[in-house]
């Protein structure tokens, strides 16, 4: 580096050797010699002498200024080159995603299609089995008959007809799903895409810019600054890791979807579930207030919901798509738990204040759709007292799982016959306040206050779930996918809210819903889940019904 000019007027000029002589001061028209570093100015002798040779003006030789300018350059471009490299890898990850999300979207249309086919072509077969039978008893009377086969004909082709047209309306509204999901994948690459190819292009204009300053000491000095500002400021963007970073999550949450389906309340579903998601209020449906204190107990169809009023233990039901509440059982009993076997009963677990012997008696009804009283099922009693409550739910097979609280035993039975199939007894715990079973076979017993235990058919225990947020909790579970949430009371916001939990007791998401209790709320309402995949809450006002959308 040059050294400063002493104090005073006179300034010692050495002669230039090699110096571009083409570049030249503007004013004097000699060779430019120095960089003052105060102004930021290339200047000559005459012009170090007159303007700049006091302080505070500290001149540097033009020829080291040039070569620490353009050794900054040289410097850059290994970061520029790995830079490149990164984001060509980038580009390439960026191909990988999109191939590996096409990939299994497609899969998933195609299981679509191929499970409805099955079942259309189930439907089509049921259809020719029907017109041979109806062919069969035509042939045994000729004109009565003949006219009774045409009218059953026309009567099974609109009846199949209209099956079809509801697994097929099933199936487009799959397909929808599945196509709006793989839009929204598509459009989050494509905009990763161009962020990406946008960052490619800036670099190549800063090494265009780098290649054309290089060319002119003059322009090298005068715009090598805005040029080495830029290449900072975009190699501080870091943009290839968070590209990186958005496919990682991207390929993460389309693993996550999958095409499920199964049983529930004997009726079959099917929907695009698995991915965490984002809950969003669809509607909410008011409680009458003939329901002084209400609590929702459980659903047993995709629209019907059992609403029992705790203050007198009336059981309404109401539909939250013609949000219309009636009152179905004025017997004063309170229910505990209830669920669909098929589509034409219902059993109920209730408790009762006058059991008597080692039997329990009236425990657990079967209720016809019209909620007329089928009978009673009855179980073996496990302990002494007179008031005993008894939780039921239905298992993938059609059975009714049983259990009496503050026991250790669960009781399988077979509604065809009341007969219990299997006792299941858990070894060191027992039920608190319900279970709940699982499509894989498993069940989800709450075994202490705000604890659910994942118990095998054997009594083994196998997961155990607890958070110390919950307080006042309760636990529904998911039929197609074994998704628990639970409700609870969140002492800290002073509000209810919904977690939603794996059955391995790990919590994917939290608050998917909350809300203010009302006046009316006295006891805490479990989040039911629909068969559809929707959820129900209750704030003691009303039924807020949210349904799961896909978000990256």
Known sequence: MAARFPEGNQVQLRPRKGHDMKWSCDKHGEPIAFYCKKHGLPVCDRCAIKEHCQKPCELDDIEDVIFERRKKLDEKRPKIQELQKQMKAVNLKIKTALAFSDTNLQTINNNIQASYHNEIKSVKEKEDRMIRVINEEADEEIRLVNEKREK???????????????????????????????????????????????????????????????????????EAPQVLASIDENLSLNVHQNVSDCLDRIESEVERVKFVEGEAGGEYYSRIDGYIGKWELARSI??????NKPCVCSL??????????????????????????????????LITSCAPIDSNVIVCGKDSDDCMGDRLDGCITLYDRQWKVIRDITIPRNEDGLSVYVYV???????????????????????????????????????????????SGDIVVTTDDNEYTVISRSGEEKAVIHCDEWGLSECRVDKLTDTLYIAYWDRERNTYAVDQVSRDGIIQARRIMEYVESDRHSFISPCLVTPSGNLVGCDGDKLHLYKKTFVL
């Not at 008011?286 to 329901?291: A, E, F, L, N």
């Not at 259990?403 to 219990?420: E, L, M």
Request: net charge negative; hydrophobic share 35%; proline share 1%.
């Open 300 to 333: 047993f169809s995709e629209d019907e919901i059992c609403v029992q009023d705790r203050g007198n233990n009336d059981m309404y039901v109401t539909n939250i798509n013609t949000q219309h509440t009636e009152k179905v059982i004025d017997e004063g009993v």
């Open 393 to 439: 739910d239905v298992d993938r097979d059609g059975m009714i799982i049983a259990a009496q609280d503050d026991q250790s035993n669960i009781y399988v039975i077979n509604p065809a016959n009341d007969k219990i199939v299997n006792t299941i007894t858990m070894q060191g715990k027992e039920v608190w306040d319900g279970i709940q079973a699982l499509s």
């Open 286 to 291: 008011h409680i009458p207030s003939v329901v």
């Open 152 to 222: 059953r004909i026309k009567d099974c082709h609109i009846e199949i007809e209209k099956e079809q047209k509801i697994i097929k309306d099933k199936e487009a509204k799959l397909l929808s799903d599945a196509k709006t999901i793989t839009k929204i994948v598509s459009k989050k690459i494509k905009d990763l895409t161009i962020k990406s190819q946008h960052v490619i292009n800036t670099i190549k204009n800063i090494e265009s810019n780098i290649t054309r300053i290089n060319q002119h000491d003059e322009t090298l000095v005068n």
